[in-house]
């Protein structure tokens, strides 16, 4: 099987595209190919540029393509012209699509720093980052450059970060501008700047993880529900109960509600509080009234954070919307927990592909998983030993514990883990690609680069020879 992720960088006109592959036990996530874009990056050009690739990398790929992944992009995911879409119909089996959970969490992000004090937050924090760049003489004083200010992926987190690192300084500075017209920060500035770092902190923590190379779709899901978890402890945030009209209404003057979860007011206070006694004293120094646009506007923060990213799934239907098909576990702890007939049932889904592999590829794939709960159930080494398994267990150190029992299934599984839960390394690659090719090198030939590419992966590629 096949599986595809790819973007394009609009800076450098490059289409990137990665490929992850099953072999023996191991996933292996691969570049494939960096191809300059000398056209518009309309979705036919994309969707023609990657059909040359792959006629010449793989000409059976109609039949082996499995999964193409993408960043969302409108040329992407377009319901009739989307490369996505024109790649479905190039492909001879049902594809599932995957829409990059990172990207779709920083959409959620977004969304609801924009809807922080109507605006005002975000406008405030630009012109503060701008501001701050600019002061050579204050830079020098604290030794550090305020970071540039983007809602991007893990900025935020470290933006927010550096503000409350350097908050001394800056509250001194912010001081001595007196003069009309001189850029001052709002009463609820340090506050606002304490909670939503400690929710960007926590959320950059799951961020991070979902980078990972080798991830499995089904760990980028837990990882999100476990890091929004963390938040919702943290802040006390509670499902709302089914009051009256009413009810809510009232409800609704002492909480922050969005969807099922809730949040009062007293807890976003003992949240804030949390993070510094130099939020008390901002706090006190504060009306009731000011006391209470923070809470309200903080808790409408965290709770829309917490049902935004809840909503989000990763794969997607033919209309790029939440898709209801169920994508197979593929680590032996996960599928001794399924009965026969339901693995039967989404394995048979699949039946197209594993034909083209002999007659008896799905009996004995079956089987396998069969006798692996047989196993569990009679073995108590096994059973042991998977029951010590758990979200962060890789696909090799998962399949290692069976000791090379039950390949079918595990070869049919690992062809299902080759699915890419997102597009962080096309994203790395964007890195690599213009460090590479920096302002010293644009002589550098496209075959060059590519040679430069290739040659970062020659360890890995080593290992399939």
Known sequence: ????????????????????????????????????????????????????ILDVVCPSWRDKLLCVSTDGANTMTGRHNGVVARIQREATHPLYRIWCLIHQVDLVSKRNLLALFDGDFQCIINKVATCLRKQQKLIDDMGATCPKMTTRWLALGVW?????????????????????????????????IAGVCAVMTQLNFAIVKLQSKNLLLSQQIAEIERVVSIICIKCEVEVVNPLVE???????????????????????????????????????????????EVFSEMGTFVVGMIDGILQLVASRDADNLPSEEEIPPVLPHQLIAIRPAAFAALANK???????????????????????????????????????CNNDTSFREGWAVVEGRFRGLRDFCGGIATIFPNTASVESNFSILGWEKDA??????????????????????????
């Open 1 to 52: 099987m096949i599986n595809l992720v790819f973007r394009i960088s609009s800076n450098e006109s490059y289409f990137e595209q990665r490929i992850r592959l099953h072999v023996a036990g191991d996933i292996f996530n691969l570049h494939l190919i960096s191809m300059p874009m000398f056209d518009r990056h309309t979705s036919e050009n994309m969707a023609l540029l990657v059909f040359k």
């Open 160 to 192: 927010t970060k550096w503000q409350l690192d350097h908050r001394i300084d800056l509250e001194t500075w912010f001081a001595s501008r007196t003069a009309p017209g001189q850029l001052q920060l709002p009463r609820w500035w340090w506050p606002i």
């Open 246 to 292: 009413g009810e809510v209404a009232a409800d609704e003057t002492q909480s922050a509600i969005c969807g099922k979860w809730s949040i009062t007011h007293r807890n976003v206070e003992k949240f804030l509080l949390d993070q510094g006694s130099f939020v008390k004293h901002v706090l006190d120094a504060m009306t009731v009234i000011q006391r209470a």
């Open 350 to 388: 699949h039946g197209g592909r594993l034909a083209q592999l002999g007659e008896n590829v799905m009996d004995r794939i079956e089987q396998d998983h069969r006798e692996l709960i047989t196993a569990f159930d009679n073995e108590p080494s096994l059973h042991d030993a998977l029951g010590r």
């Open 440 to 465: 010293n090198r644009m002589s550098l030939t496209d075959l060059a680069l590519e040679g430069c590419m290739q040659a970062r992966q020659f360890d890995l590629l080593s290992k399939l020879a």
